[in-house]
């Protein structure tokens, strides 16, 4: 099969300069090789990918930001629509809305929005994609306030299966703007997100260090502590090892309501312990955005496991607090995202996106730069996790999936993967797109 020549868009061949660039993606584990790379401009040109992929049998994948550890963004053999160029974006200060590309990465989003002191729910690094981040949920620092990114896209406009262009809000298509609202891509490409907008500029925010010795009741006194925090509060709990290669334990907290109220609710948090280091401070949203990037360089290879903590017992700290001396490299951590506040308090069956409880979302992260410590970081990661297992709910971030199977992705949506499998089958029956966390048309 000759890579496509009926299309308008800039097509990148495997003999042309640029064509393993343009295939590279986030996560160095993955190296595929696409028939060809599209990269498309507006929605006309991904419709004509996409009926280009149909009509000539080829497996489709779709790249946004290209961070998603899976590697869905790059196919091999086929067709592989390149989305990054599309970021252009608009923004309402009076209607506190936001129209923007799936090319756009999260820090380029927060730059626009923040020139009128607004910003949408996104993730905690500022190099992530917006449209795999939101397709998926979009778990962040003010998601306890305003809820998950998915919960603030208000509309779309998206290219189904068919190739046809097609405009997605609460009174056109509602069952698509639901599937799209957590559905991961299984259901159209979208080619434009709008967002709801809220109030947001500075924050309180940084880190509380603490000796290892106390891990422990640290870990207990942060989880008494969120169970009755105020909403303008969100927070994470960061296990590895420092520079010298010894464990550590850090509190992130990030307020994004007035300063001075949080530093009173912040201060029993400050006080315990106390920490060793403390760099909490009022600091500009853009800036606290950008915190974590030196920790995550392109170009590294990563392998990740993942699942929802709902009840940190004390065999669950005892699990945890066993896998952190054993930890690799100062590169590895684990990290326990709140999912808490307004994200939990949505309803199940509200959007795809169906884990609305107060839980911490438990990801262990490994990266490592050298090929020949692959099988060493893979084994100890999967091992770390069968130690954690029996403490996790049966669900997870769907963000977080590598490739590990159908059962994975039923649990990334429990009660709602019947009502998406039904939405695949009316949108995508053919399964056009199944290069992600597929589910499958029912």
Request: charged share 20%; with cysteine.
């Amino acid at each position: 099969m000759a890579a496509p020549t009926d299309i308008t868009a800039d097509v990148i061949r495997p003999d042309d300069p640029g064509y393993d660039d343009a295939r590279a993606v986030f996560n160095a584990m993955i190296d595929r090789r696409p028939l060809a790379i599209v990269r498309c401009r507006d929605a006309r040109d991904v419709a004509a990918g996409i009926r280009y992929a149909r009509d000539h049998d080829l497996v489709l994948s779709v790249r946004g930001g290209g961070h998603g550890v899976a590697g869905n963004a790059v196919c091999d053999g086929g067709i592989m629509l390149d989305l990054s160029s599309m970021k252009n974006v608009t923004v309402d200060p009076a209607q506190r809305t936001a129209h923007a590309g799936p090319g756009l990465l999260l820090g380029e989003l927060d730059a626009a929005t923040q020139r009128f002191g607004l910003a949408t729910p996104l993730g905690v690094m500022s190099g992530t994609g917006i449209a795999g981040l939101t397709l998926g949920g979009g778990l962040g620092w003010c998601n306890s306030r305003y809820g998950l990114t998915c919960d603030n896209l208000i509309g779309a406009e998206v290219v189904t299966a068919d190739g046809d262009i097609v405009h997605v809000g609460p009174d056109e298509h509602p069952d698509l703007l639901w599937g799209l609202r957590g559905g991961g891509g299984n259901l159209a490409v979208v080619t434009s997100f709008i967002y709801r907008l809220h109030p947001v500029s500075s924050v309180l925010a940084g880190a509380l260090t603490h000796p290892w010795v106390a891990a422990r009741d640290v870990l207990r006194h942060h989880h008494a502590f969120m169970a009755s925090a105020p909403d303008e509060l969100a927070s994470a709990v960061s296990l590895g090892l420092d520079a010298a290669g010894a464990p550590a334990v850090t509190i992130i907290v990030c307020w994004s309501g007035d300063p001075a109220e949080g530093e009173r609710v912040l201060r029993p948090l400050r006080s315990f312990g106390p920490p060793i280091g403390d760099s909490i401070g009022v600091l500009p949203y853009l800036d606290w955005q950008r915190t974590p990037d030196p920790g995550f360089p392109r170009g590294r290879l990563h392998y990740w496991k993942s699942g929802y903590l709902r009840h940190l017992t004390d065999a669950a700290l005892d699990a945890l607090l066993a896998i952190v001396p054993t930890i690799p490299t100062p590169a590895v951590g684990i990290g326990l995202q709140g999912l808490r506040g307004a994200a939990a308090r949505v309803p199940v069956d509200a959007t795809a996106f169906p884990h609305r409880a107060e839980q911490y979302d438990l990801l262990i992260l490994a990266q490592w730069s050298d090929p020949a410590r692959t099988d060493e970081h893979v084994g100890w990661t999967r091992a770390a996790f069968d130690a954690l297992r029996p403490h996790l709910e049966d669900a997870v971030y769907v963000n977080n999936l590598g490739t590990e199977g159908p059962g994975r992705v039923r649990s990334a949506y429990g009660p709602n993967h019947a009502r998406l499998a039904a939405l695949k089958h009316t949108y995508d029956p053919a399964n056009v797109f199944r290069l992600n966390q597929n589910v499958p048309p029912g």
